[in-house]
């Protein structure tokens, strides 16, 4: 239910579009029919407060024993915060590399060695730039319990990379949900949801498939 109640509001304030008509270009350079901007969220209280509380029943079920809260440079600093402030647990952040000036951090914060952190993150993708943070609190010795996110794609290459590093991940919500309550809510017509079912099998190949 919780998975069906965060993709509604992912799509109702426009934080995850669906244009299949007019695909985004990704920073990776693969073209989606799918756009997620998480920052979005925190414009919305009703919606930023549904998920910093999804993201905190989450943390006292799964990981009760988390002692730090660690965000994920740059889009889940924010959301990451507002978990730690409600659980009144600390709060560190990690860069995607260290700061070019000053104590050149990568972790920003105070974390040590034999912490219990829980990562929060924004969005999952292939998970590569999300399991660098987890690489980095492992490197200053901190236990890393699991990573929990907004919103996943489901990919199998992330899945393969989360399981290599051996972290459990946890979404708030993900691609089949939103598309079958994209459908529910009339956003996309049966022949979008066929572009977007075929997107989801082959997402770095479908650009050149499709232009």
Request: aromatic content about 8%.
């Given at each position: 239910m919780r998975e069906q109640i965060v993709a509604k509001h992912l799509l109702q304030i426009k934080a995850i579009k669906l244009e299949p008509a007019k695909p985004f270009l990704w920073a990776s350079g693969w073209?989606?029919?799918?756009?997620?901007?998480?920052?979005?969220?925190?414009?919305?209280?009703?919606?930023?407060?549904?998920?910093?509380?999804?993201?905190?029943?989450?943390?006292?079920?799964?990981?009760?024993?988390?002692?730090?809260?660690?965000?994920?440079?740059?889009?889940?600093?924010?959301?990451?915060?507002?978990?730690?402030?409600?659980?009144?647990?600390?709060?560190?952040?990690?860069?995607?590399?260290?700061k070019a000036h000053g104590l050149e951090n990568l972790i920003e914060g105070r974390v040590n060695a034999g912490d219990r952190v829980v990562v929060i993150e924004d969005l999952v993708s292939t998970g590569k730039s999300s399991l660098k943070a987890v690489e980095a609190l492992r490197s200053a010795g901190c236990e890393v319990m699991g990573m929990l996110a907004i919103f996943t794609y489901g990919f199998y290459i992330a899945a393969e990379n989360f399981s290599k590093q051996s972290c459990q991940l946890h979404a708030l919500t993900n691609y089949d949900t939103l598309i079958m309550v994209a459908q529910d809510m009339g956003i996309i017509n049966p022949d979008q949801l066929e572009t977007l079912t075929e997107w989801r099998k082959k997402p770095d190949d479908w650009g050149s498939i499709n232009q």
């Amino acid at each position: 239910m919780r998975e069906q109640i965060v993709a509604k509001h992912l799509l109702q304030i426009k934080a995850i579009k669906l244009e299949p008509a007019k695909p985004f270009l990704w920073a990776s350079g693969w073209h989606s029919p799918v756009y997620c901007d998480n920052r979005l969220v925190l414009s919305f209280p009703v919606t930023r407060n549904f998920i910093s509380e999804s993201f905190c029943d989450l943390v006292r079920s799964v990981y009760p024993s988390a002692g730090v809260i660690a965000g994920v440079a740059t889009g889940a600093i924010a959301h990451g915060a507002l978990v730690a402030d409600r659980l009144g647990l600390p709060f560190a952040y990690v860069r995607p590399s260290p700061k070019a000036h000053g104590l050149e951090n990568l972790i920003e914060g105070r974390v040590n060695a034999g912490d219990r952190v829980v990562v929060i993150e924004d969005l999952v993708s292939t998970g590569k730039s999300s399991l660098k943070a987890v690489e980095a609190l492992r490197s200053a010795g901190c236990e890393v319990m699991g990573m929990l996110a907004i919103f996943t794609y489901g990919f199998y290459i992330a899945a393969e990379n989360f399981s290599k590093q051996s972290c459990q991940l946890h979404a708030l919500t993900n691609y089949d949900t939103l598309i079958m309550v994209a459908q529910d809510m009339g956003i996309i017509n049966p022949d979008q949801l066929e572009t977007l079912t075929e997107w989801r099998k082959k997402p770095d190949d479908w650009g050149s498939i499709n232009q």
